[in-house]
């Protein structure tokens, strides 16, 4: 299954997006870990799902714009976490 890592804001983003992904129908399993002077998680999730359909999702989720431009197909060690504001 596709690994992907990004940030989250907070916890509540992150309840916030496994709802919307339930909702949605797409199948998961997370994993996170919260900074210890910040409310900010780092996530790795495994997904049969597409990165646009991650973003897409996350889209639909308030307060979802750093999961979007740190999402990125790579475990957690790979990834910088750097917003890419591109996206």
Do not use: W
């Not at 496994?18 to 994993?31: E, Q």
């Not at 999730?45 to 307060?63: H, K, Y």
């Amino acid at each position: 299954m596709p690994l992907y890592s990004f940030r989250a804001e907070c916890q509540a983003d992150l309840d916030k997006l496994t709802l919307a992904l339930r909702t949605r129908g797409i199948m998961c399993s997370m994993r996170a870990t919260q900074d210890p002077q910040f409310p900010d998680c780092a996530v790795e999730l495994e997904t049969d799902a597409t990165v646009q359909a991650i973003r897409d999702v996350m889209r639909s989720v308030e307060d979802g714009h750093v999961m979007v431009e740190t999402l990125r197909p790579c475990q957690l060690a790979d990834n910088s976490l750097e917003r890419d504001y591109g996206v």
